[in-house]
């Protein structure tokens, strides 16, 4: 059965970095876009970044782009997500989604798989 | 701030019929998703492209999408569906989600 299982999380210091870890089992993972979601405490969901199955093209929310790098490791079956300069908005549970299609980025297609969230509190 | 525009909270009574909306600009144009997530969990897809159900998903849940509002419709509400329902739609390669709607079975 497919698996996600984020790590990496913890309390770091603001404008630090941190760097997360999907592991990701049961299905082809070099055929999946992976996405990242978070949600603060309290607060709903927020789209983060997504990458493409080779890794060749990344996406990135506004409210993270020249902070954060979304990367993957396809022998080994890992996603990344590289945090710089951390600000204290960015507190939030982070989790690694899989869409339900291989090989593509559409706006038909839904979040069939999620892992259970890494979480990331980011206080001096 | 969202570009989906959701209720903050919706009750019902059990048994009765729970109607969460999701609104947007021109959302006509695009599929809706609406994904359950109850406490201290991950969130779930209970509806896909504005009216599927995937596998497992009990029938009394249903979608709609019309003009710029999308509809979750739970019929029959069970104390189990008490939960925080997002609706999530695409905005080019972007997942766009509502700001969450908090449904008490009361």
Known sequence: QVQLVESGGGVVQPGKSLRLSCSASGFIFSYYYMHWVRQAPGEGLEWVAVISYDGSDTYYAESVKGRFTVSRDNSRNLLYLQMSSLRTEDTAVYYCARVSRSHYLSSDDYFDHWGQGTLVTVSS | ?106
């Open chain 2, 1 to 106: 701030s969202h570009d989906l525009t959701q209720p903050p909270s919706v009750s019902v009574s059990p048994g009765q019929t729970a109607t969460i909306t999701c609104s947007g600009d021109k959302l006509w144009d695009k599929y809706a998703f609406w994904y359950q997530q109850r406490p201290g969990q991950s969130p779930v897809v209970v509806i896909y492209q504005d009216t599927k159900r995937p596998s497992g998903i009990p029938e009394r849940f249903s979608g709609s999408n019309s003009g710029n509002t999308a509809t979750l419709t739970i019929s029959g509400t069970q104390a189990m569906d008490e939960a925080d329902y997002y609706c999530q739609a695409w905005d080019s390669n972007t997942a766009v989600f509502g700001g969450g709607t908090k449904l008490t079975v009361l």
